[in-house]
């Protein structure tokens, strides 16, 4: 079955990198030229995704005027010699899938802003991109290399990545097998949270992008149901448990993987996009390098 959906979370409050994200969600960080969030939305497009539900909030809304056409703007542009890239630019993005939004009306994790989605994916697969995390593949997107993983074995599947031993206990740690004939594909059957040496199975973390069956939103609606309240239900619970009954695959996705939700992330994220910048790559790249020998 193909996948058509998926779902932004991007209803977080961002508080590792405040005061940036005190009035401009973090989702809307620039990298180069465009929000951290637009990459996410061209990434789902180009995977063959035509529907995106975003998860909101309240003071998000500049991320639905982003997706809108700016008629004022368009008209501005609209005729000028010299703008017409930029006139093109502006007006794709309020073209780029049919992208809806809904709230979370609460900021209870991740688990509890992927369920506002339940009813808008039905009884699809259908995958997740973490709203703070930006993939950057351009000739096979990450969603598109999962989406196939997906369609091919018919289970849930975390991407993940390799993390530096040292930083494992800020991400989770995966218990994973091979699968014969399969590279960057594995079974997974556990998975800890933030762990502790002692806990640690392998250095892969989730990073970013899930592609998961409908079954997910009942595990989670379980799984909030039983947590006390004041305390979060984390989505890889819900992983985790998949992995224990057999339902779960890992892959080791092919692309670079930037976190907009911190500081260090954001800054590697601008550098890199913007060494392979069209329009300004040579030029910054001699900065860089003539940075480098100043300090
Ligand atoms: P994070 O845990 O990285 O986001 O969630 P956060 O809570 O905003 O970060 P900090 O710790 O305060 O800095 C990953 C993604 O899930 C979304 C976030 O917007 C982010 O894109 N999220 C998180 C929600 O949509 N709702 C939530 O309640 C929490």
Do not use: W
């Not at 180069?32 to 035509?50: R, T």
């Amino acid at each position: 079955m193909k996948i058509k959906k998926a779902i932004i979370p991007a209803a977080g409050l961002g508080t590792r990198v405040l005061p940036a994200s005190k009035s401009v969600p973090k989702e809307m960080l620039n990298i180069v030229d465009k929000p951290a969030i637009q990459y996410l939305v061209e990434e789902a497009a180009n995977s063959g995704i035509e529907d995106i539900l975003i998860i909101t909030n309240r003071g998000k809304g500049v991320i639905e005027d982003h997706f809108d056409h700016s008629f004022e703007l368009e008209a501005q542009l609209a005729g000028r010699p010299g703008k017409e890239q930029l006139y093109e630019s502006v007006k794709r993005c309020a073209d780029l899938a049919n992208i809806y939004f809904v709230r979370q009306k609460e900021t209870k994790g991740l688990a509890h802003a992927v369920l506002a989605g339940k009813s808008f994916i039905g009884n699809e697969p259908f995958a997740i991109l973490y709203g703070d995390d930006v993939t950057i593949n351009y000739e096979d997107p990450v969603t598109a290399q999962m989406c196939r993983c997906y369609e091919k074995y018919g289970k849930g599947i975390v991407g993940v990545k390799s993390v530096p031993r040292e930083l494992i206990h800020l991400y989770c740690s995966l218990g994973v097998s091979p699968i014969e004939g399969e590279q960057r594909l594995m079974n997974c059957h556990k998975i800890i949270e933030k762990p502790k040496e002692e806990e640690i199975m392998s250095l892969y973390a989730i990073l970013g992008r899930v592609v998961m069956p409908p079954e997910v939103f009942e595990r989670i609606e379980k799984g909030l149901a039983q947590t006390p309240e004041g305390r979060e239900f984390y989505l890889t619970d819900v992983f985790s448990d998949m992995g224990r009954e057999g339902k779960l695959l890992a892959y080791d996705f092919d692309g670079r993987r930037y976190d907009m939700g911190n500081k260090m992330g954001i800054m590697k994220a601008n550098c890199e996009v913007a060494l392979d910048h069209p329009e300004i790559g040579a030029e910054f790249r001699e900065y860089i390098k003539d940075l480098a020998g100043r300090i």
